[in-house]
């Protein structure tokens, strides 16, 4: 994450310096509302650059328009987040942050009672994600449009962010996998992992697509099912990659 500015403080004091200046603009209804909701002001641009960002992409996505949707001055924006890949960076570290710190519980419980079961495991990594998706609350939607924006793009700030944010939650994710099934080699292990979010990022929005597909059998907006069914489908693979990589390892002994 783009540091910020060392001993800056969260809450803005009465005024920016530049709205203070004698001759400088008067401070409007929306930024003197602002001040007095300092953290009401900061998660509205958040939440407005988020659905900017995933509606419009980076590029698209301006600070006037994200400070129009929050209903803020545009001077709050630049208060809270020195550039608009600040902002960008910190609306992925929201999400991601969450997600990933309910990863890590949930893989130090289930390790702490010994090895987990494949399934156990598979739940533990892709529920958060997917339940994420389902919580329009949480960004639900727009979020999952942004993540699999930037996932599967190859710029410089795309790769940037997914080192920052998801690379070591995968890495510790695929060494688990390794140890619950000890035959997927490095290779197999990072496609299954790669494979599964693929899979879990494909569900992670309530589009409607599955009822529309299967005449109303699958049900996209039952939480529970899609974790279950992603859960199912991604074992089975992985199971797969593992005889594949014993197959090939066996050859190779021959």
């Not at 997917?130 to 795309?158: P, T």
């Not at 510790?172 to 140890?179: G, L, T, V």
């Amino acid at each position: 994450m783009i540091n910020r500015i060392a001993g800056r403080s969260r809450d803005p004091p009465d005024a920016t310096p530049s709205l203070r200046c004698k001759g400088g603009p008067k401070l409007s209804k929306s930024l003197k509302k602002d001040v007095r909701n300092p953290q009401k002001a900061r998660v509205s641009i958040l939440d407005a650059a988020e659905r900017a960002f995933a509606e419009l992409g980076y590029g698209g996505a301006s600070i006037r328009g994200i400070a129009r949707d929050a209903d803020v001055n545009q001077a709050m924006i630049h208060y809270y987040f020195q550039n608009k890949d600040q902002l960008f960076d910190e609306v992925i570290d929201r999400r991601a942050g969450a997600v990933n710190a309910q990863r890590n519980d949930a893989l130090d419980r289930l390790f702490a009672e010994g090895v987990p079961t494949l399934e156990e495991l598979m739940e533990a990594l892709l529920r958060p994600t997917i339940e994420m998706g389902h919580d329009e609350s949480r960004g639900g939607s727009a979020f999952a449009r942004l993540v699999v924006s930037f996932s599967n793009s190859a710029d410089e700030r795309s790769r940037n962010m997914a080192i920052e944010h998801y690379d070591p939650i995968a890495r510790r994710s695929i060494a688990a996998m390794r140890q619950v099934l000890p035959e997927l080699d490095m290779a197999a292990a990072v496609r299954a992992y790669l494979f599964s979010i693929s899979v879990a990022l494909s569900v992670m929005a309530r589009t409607g697509r599955a009822a529309r597909l299967s005449g109303g059998l699958c049900n996209d907006t039952d939480t529970e099912e899609t974790v279950s069914t992603t859960v199912a489908f991604s074992c089975a693979g992985i199971r797969a990659l593992a005889k594949q990589a014993v197959n090939q390892f066996d050859e190779n002994v021959e």
